[in-house]
């Protein structure tokens, strides 16, 4: 891909280039205070979401396009950029009758190719920078595949945005920052901008520190960062949404370490190992923590520790799953029964008890 720069004139080169803004555009004075406080610290472009795709109905779906003309003002009373996020044909062609400098596509609609289409379509022959978020689920084809899309129609100009992946079970994070995937895009696509959205993946305030810096350290470009005038009275994502006060403090702490060009994809290599190695042992921790569990299923039930059938089976199963998936058998065999052994003496642990 023959990309180019998504820098616009007299935004700093230095990484990470900083986009900040509200969740959502509530009100002109919330736009305004919110893009002043920004602008005072140093902030060049300014987010705000026009159309919000919110999970369920009954909340706040976005001011609409009667939000643009505020942005409008930004731009021209504080001289800063604006960014929006689109989802429709009419989105982009709203946006650009109201000369907003940068597009982004939501994770929702990056999950879904007609739209990603259709915006490609209403972009076709245009020159603005677009941004694309990762799609909801952790599919880099589909990621890769909405970039293309874009690209295909011509904007040269594209980022990608890493927001971290929804899951069942949400514990510290409110998106998995699974961070082998955007690792991934970058050594599959390495003249690609990649700009960390901390807000998202983290869903909470405390988290939006740690996970810049992280982000920093995993050498992304940039970071988007959700930051209101009022974070507890927003009128959506109020939980991890930071003040400008904030949001410069978190900015002025980060380490930006320099990147090493000669090992670079190397590293990236070696960083995908260590993510996909500290998978495998919560998987493992999981599922020690489910076999005691059934452990003591079979201590209240007065039933044997070793159940060969349901081993046989077990073993057979993901013997031949491993060969499917280009794995030697034997080896799968040796982990599964180091496993199987570890849980055996585990549950030997609460039958003493
Ligand atoms: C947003 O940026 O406010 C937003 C809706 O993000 P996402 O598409 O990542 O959920
Ligand atoms: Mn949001």
Redesign the pocket.
Known sequence: MELESILLPGVDAKRPLIIAGP??AETEEQVMETARKLHARGIKIF?A?IW??RTKPGGFEGIGAEGLPWLQRVQSELGMYTAV?VATAKHVRDCLAHNVDML?I???TSANPFAVQEIADALEGLDIPVLI?NPVNPDLDLWIGAVQRIYNAGIRRIGA?H?GFSSFDKKIYRNLPQWHIPIELHRQLPNLPIIC?PS?IGGRRELIGPLCQQAMDLNFDGLIV?SHCNPDKAW??ASQQVTPEVLDFILNTLVIRDTNQTTESLSALRRQIDELDNSLLELLARRMRISQEIGQYKKEHNMPILQSQRYDEILQNRISQAVSMDMDGEFMKTVLVAIHEESVRHQQEIMKR
């Open positions: 969740c959502s987010r979401g919000k795709p996020e982004w939501g994770a929702r978020k945005i927001r959205d998202h959700e959506s994502d």
